[in-house]
């Protein structure tokens, strides 16, 4: 089984949903949306795949939530 993905604490998974909810911009969406799946226990890969970004993209984005925050 695949090792989740870490996120750092800045937000909570009902914030991180809001904010993907809220969003006007896709692109911006699509970061929160991935960022609220792997709050939620998914997989870098397994997430990615339904905001349809590819692997290494998503993990830049989780690497630049865990040290910058939102």
Known sequence: MPKKAYLA????????????????????ARRWHLLWK???GWTIKNAAVPVVINYQYAFKIIKKYNELGE
Do not use: T
């Open 38 to 40: 792997i709050s939620l």
């Open 9 to 28: 604490d800045h937000l909570s998974n009902g914030e991180l949903k809001k904010r993907y909810r809220a969003s006007l911009d896709p692109v911006e």
